[in-house]
Nanobody, 126 residues
Framework: QVQLVESGGGLVQPGNSLRLSCAAS????????IGWFRQAPGKEREFVAS????????YYADFLKGRFIISRDNAKNTVYLQMNSLKAEDTAVYYC???????????????????WGQGTQVTVSS
């Protein structure tokens, strides 16, 4: 079973950047699709980005408009989410998740993923 631990969240001013990390242990991380989701207070968990095992294929939520970049380093069992030009509406708890089937779909639902981290808080405020 894979354990996922997110890090890198914090308080940042609008327009600035943050890089989140998702470190995995256990299981065969290399072959899993990894996704990032976020959940703001009072809202449902929503898809942000995902990446397949090879890192050759990625999907992003339409609302991001190119501001975020997902990447992975299988040698380090880590997936990253580079978040640029942050806005107040990006404030949320960010979760990474692993899909052991290795499938990659354009807009996955949370139930597509088998393992979840505990989340890291990102707050964008001046």
């Amino acid at each position: 079973q894979v354990q996922l631990v997110e890090s890198g969240g914090g308080l940042v001013q609008p327009g600035n950047s943050l890089r989140l990390s998702c470190a995995a242990s256990g299981g065969t991380f290399t072959y899993y699709t990894i996704g990032w989701f976020r959940q703001a207070p009072g809202k449902e968990r929503e898809f942000v980005a995902s990446i397949d095992w090879s890192a050759d294929n990625t999907y992003y939520a339409d609302f991001l408009k190119g501001r975020f970049i997902i990447s992975r380093d299988n040698a380090k069992n880590t997936v990253y989410l580079q978040m640029n030009s942050l806005k107040a509406e990006d404030t949320a708890v960010y979760y990474c998740a692993a899909d052991r089937t290795g499938m990659l779909v354009p807009t996955p639902a949370p139930w597509n993923f088998d393992y979840w981290g505990q989340g890291t808080q990102v707050t964008v405020s001046s």
